[in-house]
Nanobody, 124 residues
Framework: QVQLIESGGGLVQTGGSLRLSCAAA????????FGWFRQAPGKGREFVAA????????IYANSVNGRFAIPRDNPTNMVYLKMDSLRTEDTAVYYC?????????????????WGAGTQVTVSS
């Protein structure tokens, strides 16, 4: 398993931007796929975005497609979630996860390692 540490969360107004970071403390990360998930108050954890091992394949939830991006930087063992045009419904705790198989998936069960999460709050 890989140790993951998220950062970059905070309070932002509607329409604003944030960049979340996911540091792999036990790198290198080149063989892992990564995903971002989120959990809003009173709701279950849901898929947001994923990137495969190569970095060429990305998938997004419909609710964030066109607003969020999931770049990765293998030399620095970092994965990011760039969030633009934020909405109040994006308020949640955001989690980074690693998939040992390197494929990336919408399914939480595909991921082997999880971070502790970082809070994102979007105010109107």
């Amino acid at each position: 398993q890989v140790q993951l540490i998220e950062s970059g969360g905070g309070l932002v107004q509607t329409g604003g931007s944030l960049r979340l970071s996911c540091a792999a403390a036990s790198g290198p990360i080149y063989r892992y796929a990564f995903g971002w998930f989120r959990q809003a108050p009173g709701k279950g954890r849901e898929f947001v975005a994923a990137i495969d091992r190569s970095g060429a394949g990305t998938i997004y939830a419909n609710s964030v497609n066109g607003r969020f991006a999931i770049p990765r930087d293998n030399p620095t063992n970092m994965v990011y979630l760039k969030m633009d045009s934020l909405r109040t419904e994006d308020t949640a705790v955001y989690y980074c996860a690693a998939d040992n198989r390197g494929l990336g998936s919408r399914s939480q069960g595909s991921y082997d390692s999880w971070g502790a999460g970082t809070q994102v709050t979007v105010s109107s």
